[in-house]
C-alpha cells in the first residue's frame, strides 16, 4: 500500500484531486465540500477532525496549481 495521505500532504493530495475531478475548477469548491472530497481520497488516512482553514487552503492552492497546468 502507498504512504497514507495526510492533511499536511498538500501537494500530492491537490495531484490526486486534479487525477480524479479534472473538470473541477478547485476554487469554486467550498470548505466542507473540499473536506469530505479529501477524506474520501483512497489512501487518506488522518484524523478527518483535525483539518482547518490554512490545511484546507494549502490543499485547494496545490489543486488550482495542478488545474492551472492541466489547462495549459
Do not use: C
Not at 476554487?27 to 478527518?48: I, M, W
Amino acid at each position: 500500500m502507498p504512504n497514507a495521505l495526510m492533511w499536511a500532504d498538500a501537494e500530492e493530495i491537490g495531484i490526486q484531486l486534479q487525477e480524479k475531478y479534472p473538470d473541477r475548477d478547485p476554487l469554486v469548491v467550498r470548505f466542507t465540500e473540499l473536506h469530505k472530497l479529501v477524506t474520501g481520497l483512497e489512501g487518506f488516512s488522518d484524523d478527518p477532525a483535525k483539518s482547518n482553514e490554512t490545511r484546507l487552503e494549502a490543499i485547494q492552492m496545490a489543486w488550482y496549481e495542478e488545474w492551472q497546468d492541466a489547462a495549459k
